[in-house]
């Protein structure tokens, strides 16, 4: 079906696992992928590694919503479902702002890859998460303020300018 619900997958702040195996997990997305499209999904989400390493690899069971994983491996379980389900487009709702930075980095590569054959929307407050982005749309107060690539905003637009520096710098920029 072409409908935009079979077409999008949604990978949010706090993505679900299931209480059953990693290799579970990652068939609800797709019940005919093989052992090989598995595993590299797996790879291609940065997480193949954390998953040989444990003792039963895919077949360890995560407990329930994955409490015996990091948020950041939740997140890229999640995207590697998302690569399973091969939708044409991805959202990420806010995926990254729990993460620390290795983490953050990780899922930012794997972004990167996924926008080479998939449409990539993401949802961000935090800027170091889109600044690579071929479009952005800054939203203020509810209302699209200003919109195109990281170095166009930060050269025409104060507002995305001054978020950035506060965010870079880690200091809150005094009010004129």
């Not at 054959?117 to 961000?124: E, G, K, L, P, Y």
Request: aromatic share 6%; net charge negative.
């Amino acid at each position: 079906e072409d409908s935009l619900r079979n077409n999008i997958c949604t990978i949010t702040q706090s993505p679900y696992i299931f209480n059953m195996t990693i290799k579970d997990n990652l068939l609800l997305a797709n019940p005919n992928a093989t052992e090989q499209e598995i595993i590299d999904a797996l790879n291609r989400a940065n997480i193949l590694n954390f998953v040989e390493s444990l003792p039963d690899k895919l077949d360890s069971k995560l407990g329930e919503n994955g409490v015996k994983v990091s948020g950041g491996q939740k997140q890229r379980l999640a995207i590697a479902r998302a690569i399973l389900r091969n939708s044409k487009i991805i959202l990420f709702d806010e995926a990254t702002s729990a993460l620390d930075n290795i983490n953050q980095s990780l899922i930012k590569d794997t972004i990167k890859d996924l926008s080479k054959d998939h449409t990539i929307i993401m949802v961000a407050h935090r800027l170091s998460t889109v600044i690579d982005s071929d479009n952005i749309i800054f939203v203020k107060d509810g209302t699209i303020f200003a919109e195109g690539t990281h170095d166009y905003l930060i050269n025409n637009c104060k507002e995305y300018r001054e978020l950035y520096i506060e965010e870079e710098t880690k200091k809150p920029l005094s009010v004129d």
